[in-house]
C-alpha cells in the first residue's frame, strides 16, 4: 500500500505562485514515479508534470516553463511550484504515482482569480 497526502493548496490572484507538497508513505518512494494530475469541473483530469526516479521530469505544454515539479527522496515528498498562475489553472490537483496499482491522493483545490 502506498499513501499519498497533498498539501499547499489555496486561493491567489493571477501571476502568483504556489507550492504544493505530496508526502509519500513508506521506504519506496525514491523507486517511484510520481505524478501530479489536475482536475477543473467539467472537464477530464490531465497530468500536469512527472518526474522519474532518476529526476527526468515532463510537462504539459500548458504548464511548462511556468511549473516545477521536484522530489525529495529524503523527505519522502515530491513538489509542484508553480508560479505565474492563469485562472485556467484553477482545479483539484492530485498526486499520483503506480506501484502494481494506481495510487491517488485526495487533492488540493487551487483557486487561481482574475
Known amino acids: 500500500q502506498v499513501q499519498l497526502v497533498e498539501s499547499g493548496g489555496g486561493l491567489v490572484q493571477a501571476g502568483e505562485s504556489l507550492r504544493l507538497s505530496c508526502a509519500v508513505s513508506g521506504s519506496i518512494f525514491r523507486s517511484l514515479l510520481m505524478g501530479w494530475y489536475r482536475q477543473a469541473p467539467r472537464k477530464q483530469r490531465e497530468l500536469v508534470a512527472s518526474?522519474?526516479?532518476?529526476?527526468?521530469?515532463n510537462y504539459a505544454d500548458s504548464v511548462e516553463g511556468r511549473f516545477t515539479i521536484s522530489r525529495d527522496n529524503a523527505k519522502n515528498t515530491v513538489y509542484l511550484q508553480m508560479n505565474s498562475l492563469k485562472p485556467d489553472d484553477t482545479a483539484v490537483y492530485y498526486c499520483y504515482t503506480r506501484r502494481g496499482a494506481d495510487y491517488w491522493g485526495q487533492g488540493t483545490q487551487v483557486t487561481v482569480s482574475s
Open positions: 518526474i522519474t526516479s532518476g529526476g527526468t521530469t
